[in-house]
């Protein structure tokens, strides 16, 4: 895949090579961005450099890379250098979700960089309007928040802080359209921004399902797959109701969010869940079990899954049809 | 495709041939059923049968008729008259939401049939409990819930009233699985089933977001296209959970909990919907707007789309691995 770009772009600054950063940093020389990538930690060069490597070799192995792998790993530059980061248009820090070292990490940023570079953090945690006041120009910092696999999902959600301004919004928005990403803005800074916080709306009415003996989680799980699974890559939310006609959406409201849940209290399963310490996949227990083979199942049934939907979803591009209407 | 039965099944008896009722009918005949289709209204019967063989030709457009055309409607016969129900093993009303005219249908099954035979509904609005209370044997009435298109769609949902007998769910499972599906088993009767009623939860939470100004309605859409829908049809919810390793899940849960909305009020946007008459596709007007062309086009990219994930979700069975695990 090529960026978009007729010049070579400028390089893009990564902070952390965990496997967060490791992937964004393929992500970014799939589609031919320099990247210089600076792993603070001690160690973290040599391991972020093979998991990097990794990563861009699963690129190539998904037909995502057009010319020879050596062109791409020529983008790229790893140390221990913030001072690395000074060319670049845009430094993304990926590291730990702890707000103190963040701060830290801030500062070197800020030491090394122009002016007009972008300060960037993927945190999925910490609101983006208290990361901002830790820099010093505000209106120049946003979230950028990468789904997992970086190279091989479509997603990328721009997080604004009350300070970011519109210009700095434009100029990643931009930047994402070049790195093959569908990006969503977040205008305000939403606690768990908005798919997980659909999710958790999801969660709270399923464990309150279960928890009063309704239906099982394995239940929940298939009609998830199969049956949203069947329409929410093509259409989304409010697409999928336009799809479906809209007639007996209102009355249905009505009836039915009287019945959801307004709890706010822990189910008992994910009492269960935190006092036994379960990992999922990662130690085997969780909602489900998993031997040590079946997880490392999961985990390529997950890369296959990613490469095989991304191509699904690339199919049907947002412009397909549909303009936003008078009500949105 | 065949089904995994020897010898010949009996008859299944489809009562109502709209949109639904047709798909359904197509869907059985794929997988080699007999189907005694019946069509109630005055010239439904002829326009059922065209909207049977529409549904059938996709069927074999999406590859998935391994024998003659002509073999799979040998096993259908569509006609006005009940008396044609009389061998089925199965009977299901596929006819408007409507309660009073549902009761003069069952009687009308009710009066042919023999004592063994189930009955079911697809209704997705009227409450199994409430319905089964209309037959003569309720524990042997039963909700069966297809997606639509049914012949493209592995989704079922088996939904069971109060005095649904176990025998009659797991006849109903062993039947669902011979036509292909993946069933899923409500044990209760959930106002609004699983999925719908989960996705109501996720509607409260976004209308309230869109109408305080955080986002809007296309950026609600692509998160749940490009994020939730890189995982969903290969994991649902829970697995997704054990997937991320549950290390956040708790205190996550604790923090956004009380943040979600709990209004039963209708959002300003839906009360337009409904004002304006906004029917989707079906008039070019709802959340978005479509012109005819572009409706024509959703529809088809729909049919194909379900093709694909189809053939995606089934590279991805159930029992890939991880059993329910304790907490379950």
Chains 1, 2 share one sequence.
Not at 23 to 29: K, Q, Y
Not at 145 to 162: K, M
Request: aromatic share 10%; hydrophobic share 40%.
């Amino acid at each position: 895949m090529s960026g978009k770009m007729n010049a070579r772009p400028a390089a893009i600054g990564i902070v952390g090579l965990g496997l967060m950063g490791s992937s964004i940093v393929a992500s970014l020389l799939a589609f031919k961005h320099p990247v210089k990538a600076v792993a603070p930690l001690r160690g973290e060069k040599e391991a972020g450099y093979k998991r990097i490597l990794e990563q861009l070799l699963l690129c190539e192995k998904f037909d995502m890379l057009s010319d020879p792998f050596e062109t791409y790993l020529a983008l790229l530059t790893v140390s221990e250098d913030f001072d690395d980061l000074k060319d670049c248009e845009l430094v993304v820090e990926c590291i730990v979700e702890d707000i103190s070292i963040k701060e830290v990490v801030f500062k070197k940023i800020a030491a090394v960089i122009p002016k007009d570079t972008i300060v960037a953090s993927n945190t999925s945690a910490i609101p983006i309007s208290i990361l901002q006041k830790m820099v010093p120009d505000p209106q120049r910092f946003i979230g950028i928040h990468w789904a997992e696999p970086a190279f091989a999902t479509r997603f990328l959600e721009i997080v604004c802080g009350n300070q970011t301004s519109e210009a700095t919004a434009d100029a990643v928005i931009a930047l994402a359209l070049s790195w093959g990403k569908e990006p969503t803005v977040l205008k305000k800074d939403i606690r768990g921004f908005i798919t997980n916080r659909l999710m958790y709306a999801v969660y709270r009415e399923i464990l309150h399902l279960v928890e009063k003996g309704d239906t099982s989680f394995a239940n929940a799980d298939k009609c998830f797959r199969y049956d949203a699974g069947s329409w929410m890559t093509l259409m989304g939310i409010f697409r999928r109701m336009d799809y479906t006609g809209l007639r007996d959406c209102f009355t249905a409201y009505r009836n039915i969010f009287p019945l959801l849940s307004n709890s706010d209290d822990i189910s008992p399963q994910m009492q269960t869940i935190a006092d036994t310490r379960s990992r999922g996949i990662q130690n085997g227990k969780g909602f489900y079990s998993y031997t040590r083979d079946e997880a490392a199942q999961w985990s390529q049934a997950f890369s296959v899954f990613n490469k095989d939907i991304f191509r699904l979803a690339a199919n049907y591009p947002e412009h397909l049809s549909g303009e936003e209407g008078e009500h949105t």
